[in-house]
């Protein structure tokens, strides 16, 4: 015979394929990351290699595995001395975080480079869609052209928000920087900006182009209001920015917060001028900051389970009407893993320290809290939670900003699911410190597919508060 044929006829009978010798041996001398440490291998129904040409092909359930990505099709053919191989119909690509399809692909070993068409899948909790892709292995970056990225939740026939881009770049674990882009809600184009870069680490939660949708919020006391958000790269890199978050009431008007953030792996930096709502004071008491810095680390694990630990500083001029001067803060504090108590039980806590000082008559407060909690799920409708956070402080603000509306506060409160997108629930809050019964909430849930909606109504203080928040990011 001239030509060596060997056929596998059946999985089950041959087992497992490496793929062709030939092809590991000769692909290593050429082509970085594929070497006799971390070949090439593929499992397949029926294949056939001939010697003198080199010509290979693979047919039936065909799976091809190279370090994590695994694509699935149904036949391959190509060359082993020029190194091309040919996926004609539809392939599937998998890797952690990582679920694409393509109507077909071929690939060069000699350069390394992934040819696909008619791409599209999911990238975390990023779609992506394109005619065409081209992923360099050696430079570790993919091309993506006349494609649309959106994301898990906003996915449909036309997609609730999307970005479209002449060309996408995509640096997997990184970053995309997208070229000639438009933003658009269904079919109207929002927005258009010439180049545009978002993060794609998983451990983000960074502004995104998404975030300048206008989104409507209310309450009794700030009024009908919009929210709109941007952050925009400066010099090509994800991890310095420009951001600006809009807010406008109609009975506070504007609440802006313009600045830089610099993010890099270690922890974030931000330094902004902005007027901010009280988080802990239930009066919607406004501070006017400027300028000013904070940073937040990433929290660090201790290998203790999901134990982990993180600190913070900041320094800044407060503005509360007559009261004004330098603030400066620092802090720190460890979260604790989630326990499963039972099977629909779990508890989870959170620890810190944190000092403020104030240049107004020269104040101090300290204050060591902790905060734990329960939460539990019953049958497929029913779920509860309670918590409770002990505020221990020492020392005395000069601003009702940062004055707790309660020191010690003792929540519960549970949720039904009505219908697959309405649910309504309850929620008690107490003043442990004094025993008081502070809050009584009734909130309306509404799954809007890629949005989350509720009407809540306080009772006590009479008032009313719409949110709308998206799935899939914060803004």
């Known amino acids: 015979m001239n030509n060596f044929h060997r056929q596998a006829a059946c999985r089950a009978a041959a087992g497992l394929f490496i793929l062709f010798l030939p092809l590991g041996a000769e692909a290593a001398s050429s082509v970085s990351d594929i070497s006799p440490e971390a070949p090439i291998r593929l499992e397949a129904d029926q294949m056939s290699y001939q010697t003198q040409s080199g010509d290979v092909q693979a047919r039936g359930k065909v799976d091809i595995f190279h370090l994590q990505d695994r694509y699935q099709t149904e036949y391959l053919y190509g060359n082993v001395h020029d190194k091309q191989y040919i996926i004609p119909g539809e392939v599937r690509w998998t890797a952690p975080e990582m679920n694409m399809t393509a109507g077909s692909a071929s690939y060069n070993g000699m350069s390394n480079i992934s040819h696909l068409n008619e791409m599209k899948g999911f990238y975390g909790t990023y779609y992506m869609q394109a005619e065409k892709a081209v992923f360099n292995r050696t430079e570790n970056k993919a091309v993506a052209s006349r494609a649309y990225i959106t994301t898990e939740h906003a996915v449909a026939k036309v997609p609730d928000y999307r970005m479209e881009a002449r060309t996408i770049d995509i640096y997997p674990n990184d970053r995309y920087v997208a070229h000639e882009a438009s933003l658009y809600i269904k079919n109207f184009r929002l927005l258009t900006l010439k180049q545009f870069s978002g993060s794609l680490r998983q451990d983000e939660s960074h502004v995104n182009m998404w975030s300048f949708i206008p989104r409507p919020d209310y309450d009794s006391k700030n009024g009908f209001g919009l929210k ?5 790269p400066i010099g090509g890199s994800n991890d310095l920015s420009f951001f600006a978050h809009l807010a406008w009431y109609t009975q506070k008007g504007l609440k802006p917060a313009v600045g830089f953030s610099w993010t890099p792996s270690w922890g974030s930096w931000k330094l902004q001028y902005v007027k901010e709502e009280s988080t802990v004071n239930d009066n919607h008491v406004w501070i ?6 904070s940073f937040r680390s990433r929290p660090i ?17 407060w503005y509360e009407g007559s009261v004004h001067g330098n603030h400066a803060m620092w802090g720190a504090f460890l979260t604790g893993p989630s326990a499963a108590l039972t099977k629909n039980i779990s508890f989870h806590w959170r620890t810190g320290y944190r000092k403020d000082y104030y240049q107004y008559h020269s104040l101090s407060r300290s204050n060591f809290y902790y905060s734990m909690g329960i939460d539990g799920k019953f049958g497929s409708r029913w779920s509860a939670w309670t918590s409770f956070t002990s505020n221990h402080l020492h020392g005395e603000t000069p601003y009702a900003f940062d004055t707790y509306d309660m020191e010690k506060p003792l929540n519960v409160g549970f949720k039904v699911q009505l219908t697959r997108l309405d649910a309504v629930g309850v929620q008690y809050s107490y003043d442990t410190a004094d025993g008081n019964l502070k809050h009584v909430d009734y909130t309306y849930y509404r799954d809007m597919h890629s949005f989350t909606g509720w009407i809540m109504y306080r009772e006590k ?11 899939d990011f914060r803004f």
């Open 228 to 232: 709109s958000s941007i952050q925009l």
């Open 301 to 317: 694990s201790l290998g203790l389970g999901s134990m982990y630990l993180g600190t913070e500083a900041g320094a800044g001029k």
């Open 461 to 471: 203080d009479r008032e009313t508060r719409i949110y709308i928040q998206p799935k």
């Open 288 to 293: 006017e900051k400027k300028p000013d810095i």
